[in-house]
């Protein structure tokens, strides 16, 4: 199945970097504004510079954000801050982290993929995705011709036989051992030819799921379907052909799910008149006293009792409680729904929470409307609709992998925004560079 290769990974000099806390960033979809400001004061070479590189005013057509990106690791090349491996390798990156109060590892294989169709079944994605940021990831691709951030895959090592390979390469001192902001990263170069293709071809009859970085998949999926069409002829072994991944086990210690809560603000008086009584025609609807020592625990209880499909509200009538919701008739919800999804998808309560509440009871599309907010973190949650900022939550169960796994087998997506893999894959640990391939025999 999966087609898992090494390459001659970007990474960079540490003549010029003695901290790589000075130089990774986050993936660009969670960089905020503050963030980019402190990230370009960290280092002159901090990687922002080419993950995320801003507009300005005047831009054009040979002057832009995506050109001034790859000018910019074209210099890093030139003067030695970033080097390309001598030899194809693939990278075994462990992640520490903590979330929740709870210490974790996680462990992943950075490599390049082929790059498959979806029809194929061989790469499987499981969530929705959006339009506008694939054709910025698209073109930043075409601009400096590298995969600049990884995309995080799963893979299932059932009898263990990758997990024990890997164990044996990081027996020696990482070459990347750093903390930044209470997390720490060590990262393992593997170059061995022999070490490379027994873990290599261990995926030969593996399919890949896409955790998270569904845009940098189909973007990358997308340039190469552009190359394409320019050149019928390209090569099969073509740098475009792959694209760069991070995989991780399913049974991995260190792979959080977090659910990704809904919170919802501006909403005008219609919408919410008579919301309680509307759901009851689908609801059983009770209370929870959020005040109450342990009420999060006796949500909790509630919210993962096995056979019903729940959620919880929290700002309907007052943030006094929390509101329970428990589906009373699956079939009658799932008629709702578009009749092209599974009975998998239909069971979840997100969506429930998107197609029989947000659009049917209030109104809302739910793919892009400027209303709906997601945050992880269902006590910062519960701040904001306390302070005011917005009017109510939805707060839903963590997906569990099984159900991940099970939705992309079948074909089917979640709604966008179903789960958030905590934490981010960071962004600047290795470079897949198009060229540092070509120019190198394979």
């Not at 004061?41 to 002057?63: K, M, T």
């Not at 390049?112 to 169709?117: K, N, P, W």
């Not at 029809?119 to 694939?134: C, Q, Y």
């Not at 096995?306 to 700002?315: D, F, P, Q």
């Amino acid at each position: 199945m999966a087609e898992v290769r090494a390459f001659h990974g970007l990474r960079y000099n540490p003549m010029f970097v003695d901290d790589m806390a000075d130089v990774i960033c986050p993936p660009y979809d969670i960089i905020s504004p503050e963030q980019e400001k402190a990230l370009k004061e960290r280092s002159p070479y901090n990687y922002i510079r080419l993950e995320y590189s801003q507009p300005i005013p005047q831009d054009n057509v040979v002057d832009n954000r995506y050109t001034r990106a790859a000018a910019i690791l074209e210099k890093w090349i030139g003067e030695r801050v970033i080097t390309a491996e001598k030899k194809a390798a693939i990278y075994i990156h462990d992640h520490y982290f903590s979330v929740f109060g709870k210490q974790y590892k996680r462990r992943g294989i950075i490599a390049r993929v082929r790059l498959e169709e979806w029809d194929r079944m061989v790469i499987r994605p499981h969530e929705g995705t959006l339009s506008e940021p694939k054709r910025d990831r698209i073109n930043l691709i075409s601009a400096v011709r590298a995969n600049t951030s990884p995309v995080y895959g799963l893979y299932q090592d059932i009898e263990k036989d990758v997990s024990r390979l890997l164990e044996l390469q990081t027996e020696s001192k990482p070459v990347v051992s750093m903390n930044i902001e209470g997390e720490r990263h060590e990262l393992w170069v593997v170059t061995d030819d022999s070490a490379i293709a027994k873990v290599t071809a261990l995926f030969d009859k593996k399919p890949i799921y896409i955790a998270d970085g569904h845009h940098r998949y189909e973007s990358a999926l997308t340039y190469r379907r552009e190359r394409l069409a320019g050149n019928p002829q390209l090569p099969s072994d073509d740098p475009v052909n792959f694209v760069m991944m991070t995989l991780v086990d399913f049974a991995d210690p260190g792979l959080v799910v977090l659910p990704a809560h809904r919170l919802l603000g501006g909403m005008d008086a219609n919408t919410l008149s008579n919301l309680k009584t509307k759901l009851a025609s689908f609801f059983d609807v009770t209370t929870i006293t959020a005040k109450l020592p342990g009420a999060w625990d006796t949500l909790d209880k509630a919210l993962r009792e096995e056979g019903k499909i729940r959620l919880a509200m929290y700002g309907l009538g007052g943030t006094e409680n929390f509101t329970l919701l428990t589906l009373r008739e699956v079939e009658t919800a799932s008629n709702l729904m578009p009749y092209f999804h599974s009975d998998i998808y239909k069971k979840l309560d997100v969506s429930v929470l998107d197609h029989i509440i947000l659009e049917e009871l209030m109104g809302l599309k739910t793919v892009e409307d400027p209303r709906i907010s997601f945050n992880f973190d269902r006590n910062d949650v519960v701040s904001r609709v306390k302070s005011g900022e917005f009017q109510m939550a939805f707060i839903l169960n963590p997906m569990k992998a099984e159900i991940i796994k099970a939705i992309s087998d079948v074909s089917d997506r979640m709604p966008r925004k179903s789960t958030y893999f905590f934490p981010k894959l960071p962004s600047g640990l290795v470079v897949y560079r198009f060229d540092s391939e070509a120019s190198t025999k394979k």
